[in-house]
């Protein structure tokens, strides 16, 4: 996944900071082995929770209309990327992980990029 400015800078500093840290994390997988996507969705899972947290503060603290829908797209993922984890200790999981991560993940993260968070972004700009 490439961190495209066009595509990817919301405008919100702190908003683009955590995505561009998220990309960096995902494009740190070092080779094909399990173990290595294991590391790297660990490092994702954990700064997701972080990422996600303060995005939902700014939320709370600007009274953001749509904060539930967000929310619940926030514990969706997270719920995912765990089960994902949890399950790669067998062969059939370790292909369902890689799958995960080389399919889903990075669609998803545009597709909640250029929807959520732009709307996300777009209403705090409009507070400030």
């Given at each position: 996944m490439e961190f495209?400015?066009?595509?990817?800078?919301?405008?919100?500093?702190?908003?683009?900071?955590?995505?561009?840290?998220f990309v960096?994390?995902?494009?740190?997988?070092?080779?094909?082995?399990?173990?290595?996507?294991k590391n790297v969705m660990a490092k994702l899972l954990e700064q997701s929770k972080r990422h996600f947290c303060q995005e939902?503060?700014?939320m709370e603290q600007f009274d953001y209309p749509r904060?539930?829908?967000?929310?619940?797209?926030?514990?969706?993922?997270?719920?995912?990327?765990?089960?994902?984890?949890n399950k790669s200790n067998t062969k059939i999981g370790q292909m369902m992980l890689k799958s995960y991560f080389n399919e889903k993940l990075s669609l998803w993260f545009d597709l909640h990029l250029i929807s959520m968070d732009s709307d996300l972004s777009s209403f705090l700009k409009a507070k400030s």
């Open positions: 495209i400015n066009d595509k990817h800078i919301l405008g919100n500093d702190q908003m683009d900071m955590l995505h561009k840290e960096d994390i995902y494009n740190s997988l070092e080779n094909n082995e399990v173990e290595s996507y939902e503060e700014m904060k539930r829908d967000h929310i619940d797209e926030h514990q969706k993922v997270l719920a995912e990327m765990e089960y994902f984890i």
